[in-house]
């Protein structure tokens, strides 16, 4: 089983960038697909963006398009999220996320993602 550990998150104003990590440990990186979700205070939790395991395929839902940019480090252990042209909509807890399903393919949805992170806070400032 595969722990997850975020960092990166701190408040920020708008227009700035903020480049989120998850790092992982107790189990095999690479046969994980990872994906970002978030989680706006009294509201469900929403994917963000997802990757598959080998990084060549990648998904983002329109709030994060053309901003935000999700990579992987399977020799590190890793997940990014780069966060790019932060608005004050994007003010959420984020969460590392890992499908433990075998297949290249990007989940696309929160139900399909089997651990989690304990999520770090994005404050972003008008």
């Known amino acids: 089983q595969v722990q997850l550990v975020e960092s990166g998150g701190r408040a920020v104003q708008a227009g700035g960038s903020l480049r989120l990590s998850c790092a992982a440990s107790g189990g095999t990186f690479s046969s994980y697909t990872m994906g970002w979700c978030r989680q706006h205070q009294g509201k469900a939790r929403e994917l963000v963006s997802g990757?598959?395991?080998?990084?060549?395929?990648?998904y983002y839902t329109d709030s994060g398009k053309g901003r935000f940019t999700i990579s992987r480090d399977n020799v590190q252990n890793t997940v990014h999220l780069q966060m790019d042209s932060l608005k004050p909509e994007d003010t959420a807890v984020y969460y590392c996320a890992a499908d433990r399903h075998f297949g290249d393919y990007v989940a696309v949805t929160t139900e399909m993602y089997d651990y989690w992170g304990q999520g770090t806070q994005v404050t972003v400032s008008s």
């Open positions: 990757l598959s395991r080998s990084a060549l395929r990648t």
